[in-house]
């Protein structure tokens, strides 16, 4: 039998991509929880979403092995046979095809909250930066959506999330929470590791920063005059 090893699977850019969402998502719920003065920090948490998620959107197709979406966009039958309990070296590498699901429910309603917050408007103090630019059904639907259901969505995702990390940390004794800290799993030799070299970090830096520098462009281009 091969003895295993730990092998490289979160690149470090993935790693800070999850651990700065996180500080940004409950920056953004304490954030909108105080409203008034806060709600400058909503915004810019917001902004700093925007930018994350326009980064993944890229890491996902020029990250490491495992970062990238074709690693984990399983067919159904695939599902139905991890469901049944089948496992192999790519269901037990990256994300789970149960894992890979959530993760993909967790991103996109993430691009509908943070999309829905730019034409939201609550009539009292804060108004999102693309208001002026759609009509008021337009407004109000967005409004709607980013504070009675994207929100309730997103915390009931954030609230699997944990509670399946728990999970498989504490009942199957899988060391999750560690290789989202240091990237390695101890997996078979032969699973093929993530690229995570001084030249994929600094390839990621210049994508994050091109991320946030457009978004910063278009605020400033569809800035009230
Ligand atoms: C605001 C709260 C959180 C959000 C929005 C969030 C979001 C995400 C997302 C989007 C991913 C997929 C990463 C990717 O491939 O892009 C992920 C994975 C992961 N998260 Fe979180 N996360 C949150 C909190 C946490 C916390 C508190 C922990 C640890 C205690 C955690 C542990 C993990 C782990 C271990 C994975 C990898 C799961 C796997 O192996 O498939 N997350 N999270």
Redesign the pocket.
């Known amino acids: 039998m091969t003895s295993h090893r730990p092998i490289r699977i979160?690149d470090l850019p993935?790693r800070l991509?999850?651990w700065a969402?996180?500080l940004c998502?409950?920056g953004l719920v304490v954030s909108a929880q105080i409203g008034g003065n806060a709600m400058v920090w909503h915004f810019r948490f917001g902004y700093a979403v925007i930018s994350l998620l326009l980064f993944?959107l890229l890491w996902?197709l020029l990250g490491g092995h495992w970062?990238r979406f074709s690693s984990?966009l399983y067919a159904p039958s695939q599902l139905l046979r991890y469901l049944r309990g089948r496992r192999d070296f790519a269901t037990d590498s990256?994300?789970?095809p149960l894992?890979?699901l959530s993760?993909f429910a967790?991103?996109i309603a993430?691009v509908l909250q943070v999309s829905t917050g730019l034409f939201s408007d609550d009539e009292i103090s804060a108004a999102g930066p693309l208001t002026a630019l759609v009509s008021n059904k337009i407004v109000s639907t967005a409004t709607f959506y980013h504070s009675a259901i994207g929100k309730k969505i997103?915390l009931a995702?954030?609230l699997l999330?944990?509670v399946a990390?728990g999970y498989?940390s504490w009942v199957k004794r899988q060391a999750?929470?560690r290789?989202?800290i240091t990237g390695d799993k101890v997996l078979d030799p032969e699973t093929p590791a993530s690229q995570d070299t001084l030249k994929t970090r600094l390839l990621a830096l210049g994508l994050l920063a091109s991320c946030g520098a457009i978004v910063a462009i278009l605020l400033w281009v569809v800035r009230p005059t």
């Open positions: 979160w993935l991509f999850h969402l996180v998502v409950v993944r996902g970062s984990f990256g994300h789970s894992g890979a993760v967790m991103l993430l997103i995702l954030i999330h944990l990390i498989y999750l929470v290789a989202m």
